[in-house]
């Protein structure tokens, strides 16, 4: 019988035997212990003849199996006393390793399959605040994007709107204006309530938006990310 001989490929001596076992498409319960020491023996030369390092627990169970073997040769007197069946000692000890060799294998496939799912690290939520949180799963987050995306479209338009004017405006002022506009549209888009474009303006009426959705006095909606907010009077359909 030939073997390809990697000792790497065995975790011990009864790997090596269950690997000798299943080579000869026989059950465990069914071994030989000549057959079996035999084909170990054999292995175990082969390995010698090939210069590989053979570990001290290789050669402990070839003392076993030559033990075993020179056990079942040897005649029996009626008044022997009768002890544990080596052979089935050996079946047991290769049953309990297959056994836990095959939950290794279920281990192994687990870790493979863990080592495809990513998972994002803990928050800290306590970074955010609860009135930062506004109506229709909108937030604060997204009224600066928008408002950021307003004003960078703003710098990019030429020319500007350059309406020179002295009124002053106040958040109560300006507030007092959305709610009018509210009142007749029930609802506006978020980038049309700049419709003048100076520094004063733009600030004061922000600074109205926010002040108002704080006060619960008009409602901010967004039908998906990247979509137009809206805001909305108090209870507007």
């Known amino acids: ?8 490929n065995f975790e011990g001596p009864l790997d090596l035997l269950l690997h000798l076992i299943k080579e000869s498409n026989i059950s465990i319960y069914e071994i030989s212990i000549d057959t079996i020491a035999k084909q170990y023996f054999d292995y175990i030369k082969k390995m010698k003849e090939l210069n590989l390092n053979i570990a001290s627990e290789y050669l402990v169970m070839s003392c076993e199996l030559m033990e075993m073997k020179s056990k079942a040769l040897l005649p029996r007197t009626e008044d022997e006393e009768i002890e544990d069946d ?3 000692e050996l079946i047991n000890r290769l049953v309990e390793y297959e056994k836990y060799k095959n939950i ?4 192994k496939e687990l870790e493979k399959i863990r080592k495809d799912i990513y998972t994002k690290e803990p928050a800290n939520l306590y970074n955010y605040d609860e009135n930062d949180n506004l109506d229709f799963g909108v937030n604060l ?5 928008a408002f950021s995306k307003f004003i960078e479209q703003k710098q990019l338009e030429k020319p500007l709107n350059t309406k020179v004017t002295n009124k002053e405006y106040s958040i109560t002022k300006r507030s ?3 709610k009018n506009i509210l009142k007749k549209k029930k609802k506006i888009k978020f980038i049309e309530l700049f419709d003048i474009f100076t520094k004063e ?11 108002m959705t704080t006060k619960q006095e008009i409602e901010i909606e ?3 990310n990247f979509k137009d907010i809206i805001i909305k009077e108090k209870g507007a359909v």
Request: glycine fraction near 0%; charge should be negative; aromatic fraction near 14%.
């Open 201 to 211: 303006y733009v600030v004061v009426t922000f600074l109205s938006i926010l002040a």
């Open 141 to 145: 987050n997204d009224l600066l994007n």
């Open 86 to 88: 080596p052979k089935e």
């Open 1 to 8: 019988m030939t073997y390809e001989v990697t000792i790497d």
């Open 222 to 224: 967004q039908e998906y």
């Open 104 to 107: 290794t294998n279920a281990f």
């Open 176 to 178: 007092n204006e959305i």
